[in-house]
């Protein structure tokens, strides 16, 4: 468990490429205490912003683009919580060039208007959602990845989605949106396309419809840059599963903590600021 006001830094470098300038991070925020929030940026100054808000008894993941320094990322917590950190994917001066597009919605399981219409039915555990993308609703062969906004809809129950390049098969361990019974929840996710032009959707816990929009792709950028030309913004897609690069240990609240963080970020629940909150 990570401390009230403490900083755990995290080491990505060997996940993503030498010549990245910022991560894609699925930040998990779970077992908290009392409400807070997360900061995630490049170890230095702490930015006054927050990333991830976190409230008692709910599991909370959010995505977050960041710098880095030397190849890590800091992440800041107001309140004792468990952080989990999954990398998605990185930008890099010569990757795949973003392409927005009006959100269009993909899949709808509820049996509303889609580009996939035939996907209906609720989801339940373990149950996992191809969805082809290459080819659709004008996402091009050679996309990429895409940016989504995946949304559990009236969930019947605590429901967990995790995303991840397709085809369906082992999923990864992180997950992208976090939802309490009969509360609607949407989160964005971006996520690499496999190479058969799928990504994967994983009910991992509970039972939901499923929304999913897509508001646009990446793709190689054709004619390749010259020479001392920009091409910021650019993203190096990922196309295996999120690898996970940091996790502290669940605890229960006010209890003897053991954590794979710096001892000194490490904190018992009863060291909680009631005064730190959201913001």
Known sequence: MVGAGHVVTI?????????????????????SCVPGFLTVFAC???PPTSN???EVGRTTAGLAITPMTDGKVCIFASNPTDVIVDVMGAFTPDGDRFHPMTPTRWIDTRGGASQLPDVTGARS???????QMRGKGGVPQD?????LNLTVADPTSPTVLSAYPGPCDTPPLS?????RALRSTASSV???????GSVCVLTYTGQSNIVIDVGGWFSPIVPPPR??????GSMAANRRPPRRRFTSTLCRCSTSLRSTAPPSALSRCDRADPRSSAR
Do not use: F
């Open 11 to 31: 080491d990505v470098s060997e996940v993503v490429p030498s010549d990245a300038e910022a991560a894609v991070l699925s930040v998990t925020a779970t077992a």
């Open 44 to 46: 230095g100054a702490r």
């Open 52 to 54: 991830i808000n976190y």
């Open 125 to 131: 555990a373990k149950q996992q959602t191809q969805v």
């Open 143 to 147: 996309a990429t990845a895409v940016w």
């Open 175 to 179: 997950s992208n949106v976090n939802a």
């Open 190 to 196: 971006m996520v690499g396309i496999g190479d058969d």
């Open 227 to 232: 020479p001392g030309c920009s091409t910021l």
